[in-house]
Nanobody
Framework: DVRLEESGGGLVQPGGSLRLSCAAS????????MSWVRQEPGKGLEWVAA???????VYSNSVKDRFTISRDNGKSTLYLQMNNLKTEDTAMYYC?????????????WGQGTLVTVSS
């Protein structure tokens, strides 16, 4: 079975940094595009960043130049380095696996890790 398990969330002050991790299992991790998606309390899902199987990346405008998505295929782990965090980054962060045919269609999700940015 496909399994995605996020970790690394927590409470951080504005301007601080956090690194999220997502341990993947049950599929050939290196061959799939992966994304981070977040959900602010009481709001809908917001796509944050994606990394393709070739290592190329794409970001939403709201996090570009502050967040970095990366992957370690040897460890089957996805990362999200978040710098210069803002209060509006407070959300539950999910990692998600894309389908074979489209990087924008996500067919497996983790349980999420909560990031709270507050002074």
């Amino acid at each position: 079975d496909v399994r995605l398990e996020e970790s690394g969330g927590g409470l951080v002050q504005p301007g601080g940094s956090l690194r999220l991790s997502c341990a993947a299992s049950g599929f050939s991790f290196s061959g799939y595009h992966m994304s981070w998606v977040r959900q602010e309390p009481g709001k809908g899902l917001e796509w944050v960043a994606a990394i393709f199987s070739d290592g190329s990346t794409v970001y939403s405008n709201s996090v570009k130049d502050r967040f970095t998505i990366s992957r370690d295929n040897g460890k089957s782990t996805l990362y999200l380095q978040m710098n210069n965090l803002k209060t509006e980054d407070t959300a539950m962060y999910y990692c998600a696996k894309a389908t074979e045919n489209s990087w924008v269609v996500l067919d497996a999700w983790g349980q999420g890790t909560l990031v709270t940015v507050s002074s």
